[in-house]
């Protein structure tokens, strides 16, 4: 074993019985048909790594990166292959193989060291944003061309409209009208709490009227799934120390609206297994964590009926796959009046977000982008509805280039105006 940070995955990758089920599910496999391109091929060139058989090469670095971790072979595998922690940890493992460019390590210095860090930093950032698109700013940098001479064209579009006012936590309590003593904690998010408050708004509305008393710790930060992804898995890890920390003193599930964030708090209690000061508490942490979706039942809310409308429910590979979250989501759309749920091709497939996977591999995030958006429009829909924000972004992003009118919705945002007055 030559690289001792891969040891802790080791029987993980020894698990790969090279049977190809997974082949198929794999996003990069399914657009390129290359063994390099699917998990089993990336399985092997870790372990291979692991072993000292092979070195860490530029063209096998590409093929790792590659991956989107949305954990869809993870769920087919029928060994138990988990590639989730394995790309984290292979990724953290070879960091110091990799020659970024200036912009790569200006965004692992600054916004995965500084910015998603500290909240309060990550909210005055935020601010900055909704001011650029509100000052004129915006207006400018896309008519004068700054944004092509910066290469931020593309990344630019994919910016929702920044929410003027954001979800801070500071320990305070969403009471029922009648008083339930039913509690809940949320995690509130970073890009969720700011960028997207409103769906935090709306999620919190709907646990108060599914009769839950919502408490929101302060502490809590960025879950660190994009740290973990990106290689930075110390950084990861201290977020996980502090979120647990902060839940300690909650009562009740701890609810999350985002797929990619619910997941990475479930996957605490995996990454501090050997860390004998917290693999305790981060199992108990990780236990609490449930989805939105699974934290509602149908018959608890009181749904009014809505204009009738064709709705496709988008899977978020990290609910589908990752924490295996698919009929729940559909039951609670379905018991809204005036919802016709249809189904769509390769429901499954990732829809090329994963994270910031949109910004660092442009070209198959692309790929992946258009397939889910023609498979989406094939059914014509007048609402798509998913629960994930890199997922919202993303199709928003694709349907908007298509010059299509159809609306793209969390789940908490529907359930939001299904239940209120």
Request: aromatic content about 4%; proline content about 5%.
């Amino acid at each position: 074993m030559t690289e001792p940070r891969l040891g802790d995955e080791y029987d993980n990758m020894l698990a790969c019985i090279r049977c190809g089920a997974c082949l198929t599910s794999c996003p990069t496999y399914v657009l390129s048909l290359e063994e390099a391109e699917g998990p089993r091929g990336r399985v092997g060139m870790a372990r291979a790594v692991a072993e000292g058989h092979l070195p860490v090469t530029p063209d096998l670095l590409a093929h790792e990166l590659n991956c989107l971790v949305c954990d869809a072979c993870s769920a087919v595998c029928p060994a138990g292959v988990h590639m989730d922690p394995l790309q984290a940890v292979f990724r953290s493992a070879v960091a110091n193989n990799q020659r970024p460019g200036v912009a790569a390590r200006l965004v692992r210095g600054v916004v995965f060291g500084w910015l998603f860090m500290d909240m309060r930093r990550f909210r005055a950032f935020a601010r900055m944003l909704w001011l650029y698109q509100r000052s004129g700013a915006r207006w400018l940098a896309r008519h004068l061309g700054v944004l092509r001479v910066l290469r931020l064209a593309d990344a630019e579009t994919l910016l929702p409209e920044i929410s003027s006012s954001f979800v801070v936590p500071h320990d305070e309590t969403y009471a029922t009208a009648d008083g339930s003593p039913k509690a809940m904690a949320f995690f509130a998010g970073c890009i969720m709490s700011t960028a997207l408050a409103a769906i935090d708004r709306a999620t919190i509305r709907v646990l108060q009227r599914s009769g839950c008393t919502v408490s929101n710790p302060a502490g809590q930060g960025c879950c660190g799934a994009l740290h973990a992804h990106g290689g930075d898995l110390p950084r990861a890890l201290e977020l996980a120390k502090r979120n647990i920390e902060a839940f300690e003193s909650t009562d009740g599930p701890v609810v999350v609206n985002s797929a990619g964030c619910g997941a990475m708090l479930k996957d605490y209690a995996h990454h501090l297994r050997r860390d004998a000061s917290w693999s305790e508490r981060a199992r108990k942490f990780s236990s609490r964590v449930v989805d939105l979706s699974q934290a509602l039942a149908p018959a608890a809310l009181q749904v009014h009926r809505v204009a009738s409308q064709k709705v496709v429910y988008q899977d978020a590979c990290h609910l589908l796959h990752a924490q295996r979250i698919s009929r729940q989501p559909r039951d609670l759309l379905r018991a809204i009046p005036g919802v016709e749920l249809v189904e769509i091709d390769e429901a499954g497939l990732c829809c090329g977000s994963a994270g910031v996977y949109n910004v660092t591999n442009p070209v198959e995030s692309r790929q992946l982008q258009q397939r889910k958006v023609d498979n989406a429009l094939k059914v014509t829909p007048d609402l798509i509805v998913t629960a994930n924000p890199g997922c919202l972004l993303q199709l928003r992003n694709g349907l908007a280039a298509r010059g299509s009118h159809v609306a793209v919705k969390h789940l908490a945002e529907v359930l939001d105006e299904a239940t209120g007055p």
